[in-house]
């Protein structure tokens, strides 16, 4: 069973508020995670959890946070319009995960919304967060999808739905925000000490744990986005309310994965101008991490010169770092382990030849690797045949191409939840065959290892398809 604690309830009251979950009439758990069951030694039985999810008398201190943040380079006050964390989880050597409760009804946070989300968009997160753990990158995790028994006002009526997530925390840079923003130095201090003390203790000591902070966000974030780079991620909506002090990835709405590259992608039906769009992450990420400085400037230092000069001396060193990381990423991903500033044109070149001719992002890496992937399916020309040979070349020259290829295998995967298929098996599961979706998610647990029966997840899309495909909040 879970074994609650509710450490967040320390913080002043502005931060949150208790907050019961709705009743769901008639609930049946439509996905359970029973990896995630026995890693966390929950055992739970699919009685048991409907039993601790839905009384009552389990949340007498379960709440919904609140936050602000920036949404499409707008600053507004949020919160928790759907989601209530039910508890902290404890685990061994005082870690503490949240679970959360995602469309569980009404917060004081909900403005005009109802706090319930669809089957359908809850699916979609379990599909994804999960296929993003698997693939190696940080991310909250779904411990189970609640069939909720009534139906729901979108566009149209609509299953509703309960997600039950996992994070280390779902502390984001809108909750500094708001403690900057509405909140005194008292309180904006005792957050900063909590957040240390529960993500990263080992700063404490540091001279300035503020600017610490800081500086390890920065990092730290930069290796989550370099992440979704590598595998052709668009999160589609990094709203500062939607990145995370922890650094996992989440809240997974109109997110998508590319398929031909173009750095320029945009699938969200939100995103008019482009703000989110697959290229433009990394200089999002450092925007938003601007953001969560100047929240922070009231105590880093109490002389607000010195304290600006404090925090833009991290913030400066953003684009070295991204430069550093992300070429050398890109660098695996083409099976070359050192990185030298001398290679990076070797990777724009290659990029660049990919968008010209509308080649598939995965399987451009993994015709490289030579793992049967048919070259007929990225669409090369002569550009690409000359770079290839450059880059063999070089490969003889400095190793051997059975060593990069095992290099290209553990950074390139195989299979990712490309988004045509994603919403087919979900439309069939809403239907009442399971089948595909679960079928999909096995295979999703090895995205890097050779399957048999997977030729249907990793064919793109013909381009008409691609072109006219969106994603939605739809929750």
């Known amino acids: 069973m879970f074994n609650f604690d509710y450490s967040y309830l320390s913080l002043p009251k502005k931060f949150h508020s208790l907050t019961q979950p709705s009743s769901c009439p008639f609930p049946e758990i439509f996905l359970l995670n029973q990896k995630l069951i026995k890693k966390f030694n929950l055992q739970l039985t699919q009685k048991k ?6 009384d009552k008398n389990n949340y007498k201190k379960s709440f919904a946070q609140n936050y602000a943040g920036h949404q499409f380079g707008y600053f507004t006050k949020l919160g928790d319009g759907r989601a209530i964390i039910i508890g902290e989880h404890l685990l061994k050597n005082n870690l503490r995960i949240d679970v959360q409760l995602k469309g569980a009804g009404l917060t004081k946070y909900s403005r005009n919304g109802d706090g319930k989300a669809t089957l359908r968009s809850m699916i979609r997160e379990y599909l994804i967060s999960e296929a993003m753990h698997c693939l190696n990158i940080s991310s909250s995790r779904s411990l189970a999808v609640i069939k909720s028994g009534e139906s729901i006002l979108r566009q149209n009526l609509e299953d509703g739905g309960v997600l039950v997530r996992i994070m280390k925390s779902h502390i984001r840079i809108g909750t500094f925000e708001y403690a900057s923003y509405f909140g005194s130095s008292k309180d904006l201090k005792h957050l900063t000490s909590y957040t240390i003390n529960r993500l990263y203790p080992h700063i404490s000591n540091s001279e300035n744990p503020p600017l610490a902070l800081l500086n390890t966000v920065m990092n730290k974030q930069i290796d989550l986005v370099v992440n ?4 052709g991620f668009i999160h589609g909506v990094m709203n500062t309310d939607n990145t995370s002090i922890s650094a996992e990835s989440f809240d997974y709405g109109p997110c998508a994965f590319i398929n031909s590259y173009n750095p320029s992608k945009v699938y969200s039906s939100i995103d008019h101008n482009g703000r989110y769009a697959f ?11 601007c953001r969560f400085a100047e929240s922070l400037i009231p105590i880093i ?19 070295s770092i991204w430069k550093k990381k992300y070429y050398s990423m890109m660098l695996n991903k083409i099976g070359i382990l050192e990185n030298k500033k001398s290679l990076h044109s070797l990777i724009d070149e290659l990029l660049s030849i990919m968008q010209n001719n509308n080649m598939d992002f995965t399987n451009t890496f993994l015709y490289l690797s030579q793992q049967k ?3 007929t399916q990225h669409n090369s020309d002569s550009n690409f045949d000359l770079w290839q040979k450059k880059w ?14 095992q290099i290209m295998k553990k950074n ?6 490309r988004n045509n298929v994603v919403n087919d098996v979900i439309e069939k599961a809403m239907n009442g065959n399971t089948d595909s979706l679960n079928k999909l998610l096995k295979a999703l647990t090895k995205p890097y290892q050779k399957q048999e029966g997977i030729h249907e997840y990793t064919t793109p899309p013909n381009s008409h398809v691609d072109a006219c495909f969106q994603t939605y909040c739809g929750t």
């Open 49 to 54: 959890i409907l039993d601790v999810l839905f």
């Open 228 to 231: 979704w780079m590598r595998v």
């Open 279 to 289: 290229g433009n992450q990394p200089k999002v990420i450092k925007w938003n991490i």
């Open 301 to 319: 230092n109490e002389n607000k010169k010195i304290a600006i000069e404090l925090a833009q001396s991290v913030i400066d060193k953003f684009d």
């Open 373 to 375: 992937i048919s070259k």
């Open 392 to 405: 063999n070349n070089y490969i003889k020259k400095v190793s051997s191409l059975k060593e990069s290829k």
């Open 412 to 417: 390139n995967p195989i299979i990712i939840p």
